[in-house]
């Protein structure tokens, strides 16, 4: 069996270091909010180019905090896309305010920006773009956008650790943005783990309060906030991943070369070229086909994993029936969900592994009638 992302052996290949880590923390006594969170913050913050960078529980309530640090709540709307991880979206309606979606481009598959301005209303307060399988949203019109109608931009770039637009590094070109380290994530740990990256010093105290019980000295607090805390485990262990991570999406991108060239030729299948002012880090492969459940069929045959991201466009989802949004709605979106196939991706898959997909690919072209 080839898996879509080999887990066991990215982690095999720290586990020395980690169960060092284990031990080490063990021993410090420190557990919460401790030095690895702190060392974790600065040289992450320093990786992107950003003064703050804020360690939470998961990527999703970095989302949350972020919103609610903005004062976003019930009454405002929040534009973001419907072709996306659930959470991008739910968090906006965490914080009780209302999602609002608007396509996206065909060639990224990330929001389009020529369709937000339409959505925008008296109640807009924010644009959360997504930099969606690790290849970065078209950040300088969606900026452009938000400045002139004065809103804020969160980037979601849970999927996109590493991955640059025009020689920034994403999350360092929003007002702020967020990370997640779920262990599927380019940038991860053994559980759960997420991130709020900002240069905004009031943004960044509020979410620093926020994520300790609204509290700046222990047991006074000031606000209602969450506990949602980086652990010093994870931290630990993201600490030795982190030196790794560029050499790793540079792997990935290698991956990615290989399959556009071996698949180039086969016409059920297309792949997209993404812009040249942007790197994509592969957070996910994906292939497009008319025919994609016949593709998917012949690959799970040949024991190979492969996934579905996303099946169903939010808007359509049942959670959010209340918004009303027809099927029809969002047909670039509605379209990718039909014949999106992501294709095993990570740093530690095999060339070998990858060539027996391949294979499959180019043996199935004989069998697919035009
Ligand atoms: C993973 C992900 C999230 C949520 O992160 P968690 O750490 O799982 O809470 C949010 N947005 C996107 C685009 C994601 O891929």
Redo the contacts with the bound molecule.
């Keep these: 069996m080839v898996e879509l992302v080999p887990l066991v052996r990215q982690f095999q290949s720290m586990k020395q270091d980690i169960l060092q880590a284990v031990a080490d923390t063990i021993d410090s006594g420190k557990f919460i909010l401790g030095p690895n969170v702190g060392r974790l913050e600065s040289e992450i913050s320093a990786y992107l180019g950003v003064s703050h960078a804020i360690g939470v529980a998961?990527?999703?309530?970095?989302?949350v905090l972020t919103l609610d640090a903005y004062g976003i709540g019930p009454g405002d709307e929040v534009i973001t896309t419907p072709f996306?991880?659930f959470?991008?979206a739910e968090?906006v309606s965490r914080v009780g305010a209302v999602p609002v979606f608007v396509d996206i481009d065909p060639q990224t598959y990330c929001m389009d920006p020529s369709r937000i301005e339409e959505k925008i209303t008296s109640a807009t307060r924010a644009i959360i773009p997504?930099h969606?399988f690790g290849q970065p949203a078209d950040m300088n019109e969606i900026m452009h956008i938000a400045d002139k109608h004065g809103l804020v931009v969160i980037e979601?770039a849970?999927?996109a650790f590493g991955s640059e637009y025009r020689g920034k590094r994403v999350g360092s070109i929003g007002h702020a943005a967020?990370f997640?380290?779920?262990p599927t994530?380019n940038l991860s740990s053994i559980g759960?783990?997420?991130l709020i990256a900002t240069s905004d010093d009031h943004i960044a105290q509020r979410i620093r309060q926020l994520r300790q019980h609204g509290s700046q000295k222990k047991y006074f607090h000031s606000e209602i906030g969450y506990n949602s805390r980086l652990d010093e485990l994870h931290a630990a262990i993201l600490l030795i991943a982190l030196p790794k991570i560029d050499e790793w999406n540079k792997e990935r991108m290698r991956l990615a070369t290989r399959y556009q060239e071996a698949l180039r030729d086969i016409s059920y299948i297309s792949i997209e070229q993404g812009p040249q002012d942007r790197t994509h880090i592969y957070?996910l492969f994906c292939i497009r086909s008319e025919r994609r459940d016949q593709v998917q069929d012949a690959l799970i045959h040949g024991e190979i994993q492969c996934g579905v991201y996303y099946p169903c466009p939010l808007h359509l989802q049942d959670a959010y029936a209340s918004l009303n949004y027809k099927l029809g709605a969002f047909p670039v979106a509605e379209r990718m969900s039909q014949q999106l196939l992501a294709l095993p991706m990570s740093p530690f898959l095999l060339e070998s592994e990858q060539n027996q997909v391949i294979d499959i690919l180019i043996r199935l072209k004989g069998e697919m009638t035009p």
């Design positions: 998961n990527g999703t309530d970095a989302l996306t991880f959470a991008s968090a997504v969606l979601d849970c999927q967020c997640s380290f779920f994530k759960d783990g997420g957070h």
